[in-house]
C-alpha cells in the first residue's frame, strides 16, 4: 500500500455512527498489541480551551525535558497534523505501515457489524505511534464529552476538564449538569482532576470526583491575564500554594491565561516541572487559528470560534483593538447555533458570508438569516478565499478584518500567509518523474507526461476546488498541471505545475482574478519567475554574499580558542574582510556536539567587547547566539544581523530583532546544541524543513520583521544525515519557495566525512559546496576560509555573467 492509498482508506471511514464506548477502540489496540498501556497519557476535555490546553501542556512537558506525544483534532490542513512527537507530525511511513496492519482488523470489525469510526481509528494510529516511539508522556485531547470517547481508552496519570457549556445534546445530556458529569469521566484515578469549570457544572464535576480548581479568582490555582505587550503577547500571572509563574503568553485572553493555569497544574502533576520549564514552555506554545493575528495593517485577526461562548470571548477580545471599520469574513457549519453566534460577535460594518469547501458547511441563507444586522454591507462569496480577498481589498490601513465562525474557515483562510510554491528542479526525465511521484500521481500516468513536465516546474499546495480550477486553466494555455490523488475533502492536496515563463505569465493573468481567491498564488508566481526586486540593502542582495566565521570561544569545533582574546578576534576581523568577507558573524557559545552550555553574562562577555571594537568596520556584524539577551546586548553594541542557530527557540528573539529592525537568521534545527543521539525521520527533507522553516518565518512576521529582513537556514547538521545534507544542498533553490533570503552553513561540517574527509581535509568540500550553493542560489554561504570561499564565489558570479 502506498501513502495516497493508505491516507485515501483512512479518509473514506465514518465520521459517525450510533454506537457509543470504547469498546471498538480497544479491540483495535488489542489487535496491535496493546501499544498504549506502556505510555503515559493525559487526557484533556472540556467544552472550549481544550486544544489550546493541550498544546500548553505538550511545550511545556518538552521545555522540562521530556520526549512528548500530542494528539488533537480537528486539522487545518492535513490529518497527520493531529499526531505529533515533539512537534512534527506524524511521518508518512508510519501511516502507509498502520494503514495496512489496522485493515484486516477493521474488516473482521465491519464484519461483526461494528464499524469503527475516523477519529477512532486515528485515536488507535497515535497511540501506536506513541508506544512505538517510546514517548514520556501523551498528551490526548478529547474529542466529545469524556465517558464514551475513544481517548478513554487509556487510564490516565492526569486530566482535565477546561470548561462545560451546552454542546453534542444529542450525545452528552440536555443540561449542562448532564454533560459535565459525562466528562468528569476522564479523572485519573490517582490525581485529583483540574477544570475551569465553574458553577453548576463544577459542582456536578465535583459530585463524581475530586478536583483541583483553576480561575480568576476563589480558586485552588489563580490564573490572571495582564497586559497586552504586544499585538500578539499578553502577560499572565499563575500563582499556586507554594509556587508561582509569571510568564509572557502568545494566547490572548483571560480565557487563555485560565488553560495555562490549567496547563501548569497538570505538568506539575505529571512530571513536577519547575517553574522555569513552565513559564518558558507557555510562551512558546503557538495553536495556529486561534486569535491569531496575521497583519495589522489592516488589523487581520483568525479566530476558530465555533459556538456562541466562543464568540463571546472573541468578542471580548477584538474589542480591546482600536480601529475604524469592521469586516467581518463569516462561515460555519450546518449544525451550530447560528443566531446565538451572530448575537455574540461584535457588529460589523461589511459582513461577508463564505462556505468552507465541506459538505456540512451551512447556506447563505442560513447564515443571513441569521445575522439581524441593518447597518452592515452584506456580502456573499463563492469560497472563503474569495471573501478573504475581497475583504482585505476594501479594508483600510485602519481597519479589522476578522475571519472566524469554524476552524475550516480559518483553515482555507490562512492559506493565504502560509501557502508556499517550491520551485522544482525538473530538467530531466527522472526528475520530472520524481516530482510527479512526490505528489502522488499514479506511476502510469506520471511516466506518460513526465517529458511535458522537464520545463520550470512547482509544487503547490492547494484546496480541492482551486487545484481543479488551476489544472484547467494551466492546461488551457498548453502547461501541465497534475493533482494528487490523494482524496482529501476540505484539506490540502499537492498540485505539480510545469510550463514556461511565458505560460507562467499568463496564468498568472489568468487566476488574479478568479472567484477562488488565487490573487495571491498569482503574485507569488510573479515574484519567483522574474525572481524578486532588485535591491541593494543589504550584502546578499545583489550578489551571494560571504560571512565569515569569527567564534571567540574555547570549543567551537574548528577554531576554538583562537580568537578568544579580543586583540587576536580584531585582527583575525580584518584579515577577514580584506580576503573578501561580505559579513563578520561573531559567536560566543559552541553549538558542536557536546558542547557545554554558558550563561547568558559569559557569552555577553566574550562577544560584546569584540563587538564594540569591529562596529566600525566596512561590512554588517553578524553575532550568532541562541539567547535574546545576548542578541540585544550585541545589537546594542553595534551589530547588525542576529543569527539564531535555534530558529527563535528563545520566544524574545523575534521581538529583539524586530525592535531593532534589524535582519536575524533562522535556521531549522532539531536540538542546539547538536544531540548526536538523537535521530529524526524526515518524509522529505527538503519539504519538511521548508513546512518547518515556514512556521518560524511567520512568526517574525508576525512581531513586525519584514520577510525580506528574515534569512532562512536549512540547518546542514542540525538533525540532519550527511545524504539529507547534501539533499539540502542539491534541492536549495526549493527554499525560494519561503520568499526569503538563503544562508547555507557548511564550513568544514562532519557531512563531509561522507566523502572521507577529516576536519583537517575539509576545505576543499567546503569550497566545492560553496559553489553548489552559489549556482542555486544562496543568498549567504557562512565559512571559516574566507578567501577560498571568496574566490569561488567570484568564479560562479564570472561564469554566470552575461556581459563578458
Known sequence: MEYHEAANYLESLDRSRPKLGTETTARMLSALGNPHEKVDCVQIAGSNGKGSTAVMLERVLREAGLNVGLYTSPDLNDFRERIRINGRKVSKERVRSFAEEIKPCLSRLRGDGDC???????????????????????????????????????????????NVSLEHTDVLGETVEEIARDKAQVAPDEKRLVTSADGEALEAIRSETEVVTVGEAEADIIAREGEITSQVETTVLILGREWDVATNLPLLGQHQATNAGVAATLARQVAKVETSAIELGLRSAHWPGRFEVMSTNPLVILDGAHNPAACETLADLVDRYEFDGLHLVFGAMKEKDHSRMAAELPEPDVLHFCQPDVSRAASFDTLTGAFETDTAQIKRDETVQTAVERALNSADGDDCVLITGSLYVVAEARDRWTQRQIPKQADTLDAARSVLSEAYVQDGFANRIAKDTVTYAFKIQLRKKQAEYLQQTM?????????????????????????????????????????????????????????????????????????????????????????????????????????????????????????????????????????????????????????????????????????????LADPDMRFVAADHDAPVVVMHSVDAPVDPDRSTAYDDVVEDVIRELGQRVLLAEQAGLDREQIIVDPGLGFGKSATECFELVDRLGELRALGCPIMVGHSRKSMFERVDCSIDDRLPPTVATTTMAAERGADIVRVHDVAENATAIRTVRETNSTDR
Not at 557545554?596 to 563587538?611: K, L, Q, S
Not at 553575532?623 to 550585541?634: F, I, N
Open 116 to 162: 469503527p469510526t475516523y477519529f477512532e481509528v486515528l485515536t488507535v494510529l497515535a497511540l501506536q505511534h506513541f508506544g512505538s516511539e517510546d514517548v514520556d508522556v501523551a498528551v490526548l485531547e478529547v474529542g466529545i464529552g469524556g465517558r464514551h470517547d475513544a481517548t478513554s481508552v487509556v487510564d490516565p496519570v492526569a486530566s482535565a476538564v477546561t
Open 475 to 647: 492546461q488551457s494555455i498548453g502547461g501541465t498541471c497534475v493533482v494528487s490523488e490523494i482524496d482529501s475533502p476540505g484539506r490540502h492536496i499537492s498540485v505539480v505545475l510545469s510550463g514556461t515563463a511565458a505560460q507562467y505569465e499568463r496564468l498568472a493573468d489568468t487566476i488574479q482574478n478568479s472567484d477562488l481567491g488565487l490573487s495571491y498564488v498569482s503574485e507569488r508566481f510573479r515574484e519567483i519567475i522574474s525572481d524578486g526586486e532588485e535591491s541593494d540593502q543589504y550584502p546578499w542582495d545583489a550578489d551571494t554574499a560571504v560571512m565569515g566565521i569569527l567564534n571567540v570561544t574555547s570549543d567551537s569545533f574548528y577554531d576554538g580558542g583562537r580568537y578568544a582574546q579580543v586583540e587576536d578576534a580584531v585582527r583575525r576581523v580584518r584579515e577577514m574582510v580584506s580576503s573578501g568577507a561580505d559579513i563578520v558573524d561573531v559567536g560566543g557559545e559552541s553549538t558542536r556536539p557536546g558542547a557545554d552550555p554558558i550563561t547568558v553574562e559569559e557569552e555577553i562577555e566574550r562577544v560584546v567587547p569584540v563587538i564594540e571594537r569591529i562596529s566600525g568596520t566596512d561590512v554588517p556584524i553578524s553575532v550568532d547566539t541562541r539567547k535574546a539577551a545576548v542578541a540585544d546586548a550585541a545589537m546594542e553594541a553595534g551589530a547588525d544581523v542576529i543569527n539564531d542557530v535555534s530558529g
